[in-house]
């Protein structure tokens, strides 16, 4: 693996998996992979799992960590190639990155999508740009349309959850108050749909079909209540149209998940990635019940994020 951007990077899952639960067992066992190593860390936009999971993912390898919060802490940035630079913005990203890259070992970067231009996004022009001026090996911690670490993180809660070989997964659509990006369930599905011992099933509304690239021919069942027959685990997430780039075109308040949703689930474990919107996207019911592995789940951001770095830092 020479970067980690998706799940295409990822030479054999089951190896990263299995590397995974065994740092978790032992998370300080490999303190001279990141000793004199850095981990810089740059964020387009807020975050809250990402940022602290990663930070405490390098200190557990022995590693230095950096943050930087792009626009914020430093010069505004440029993207635009060949750009007469004499407005707003102070430095170009060709300079930004590279000299980043003289500062650590391995760079994490979290960008955005405009939601308005499907193109710009879906052809991740700025993660694009970052990648060809780094000099070092690049970690997304999440671009404009893929968040692979919250996959990582999400596959080792299932496995090591699991009470039987083969399990049902389901992702949902749920409703919320904003339009948001396709990155989440555009990972768990390049991510789930790709693992032999699962059975992946995605259930959303007509109007809200993910990226065929990404769902890669993975069963979708309209009725929600139907996907979520047999589901041993389930996961639940907004997402904006992909079709009508960026829109809200349906937000039925019935697609918020209660316990009476999963009466037909095989007493279904509960997942989401966070930041969630209680009573809106799921119930409180659900997100406080036994079966919620929402806490757990993001626990494990640290374990796929110090796998990755492991494996990073050990080139
Ligand atoms: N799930 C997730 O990536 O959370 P943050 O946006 O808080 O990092």
Redesign the pocket.
């Known amino acids: 693996m020479k970067n980690f951007t998706s799940f295409a990077d990822v030479d054999d899952y089951r190896v990263l998996l299995n590397k995974a639960l065994e740092i978790k067992a032992d998370p300080f066992g490999y303190q001279h992979i990141g000793k004199n190593k850095t981990v810089g860390l740059i964020f387009f936009n807020?975050?809250?799992?990402?940022?602290l999971s990663s930070i405490k993912a390098a200190y557990n390898l022995g590693a230095q960590a950096w943050v930087l919060n792009a626009g914020a802490d430093s010069w505004t940035l440029e993207m635009a190639d060949g750009a007469v630079m004499n407005g707003g913005t102070q430095e170009h990203i060709k300079e930004a990155i590279a000299v980043m890259s003289q500062y650590c070992d391995v760079l994490g970067v979290r960008t955005f999508p405009t939601l308005k231009d499907r193109d710009e996004d879906y052809q991740e022009v700025v993660f694009k740009k970052i990648m060809q001026y780094a000099t070092v090996p690049v970690i997304s911690l999440?671009s404009a349309t893929l968040?692979p670490l919250?996959s990582f993180a999400d596959l080792i809660t299932v496995a090591e959850t699991k009470q039987k070989e083969r399990v049902k997964v389901v992702l949902t659509w749920a409703p919320h108050v904003r339009a948001l990006p396709q990155c989440?369930p555009n990972s768990f599905c390049d991510w789930f749909s790709e693992i032999d011992w699962i059975d992946f099933v995605i259930t959303h509304p007509e109007g809200y079909e993910l990226d065929p690239k990404f769902t890669k021919g993975a069963r979708i069942e309209y009725d929600q209540r139907k996907a979520l027959e047999g589901a041993d685990f389930v996961q639940a997430k907004n997402w904006s149209s992909y079709k009508d780039y960026g829109q809200v075109i349906s937000n039925d308040p019935n697609w918020m998940l209660t316990p009476e949703h999963l009466t037909g689930s095989n007493d279904a474990k509960f997942l989401h990635?966070?930041?969630v919107r209680r009573n809106v996207e799921v119930s409180d019911a659900i997100l406080d019940s036994p079966n919620s592995l929402i806490i757990q789940e993001?626990g494990n951001?640290v374990f796929s994020m110090q796998t990755v770095l492991h494996e990073l830092l050990s080139l």
């Open positions: 807020p975050s809250l799992r990402t940022r999440e968040h919250q989440v990635c966070l930041p993001a951001r």
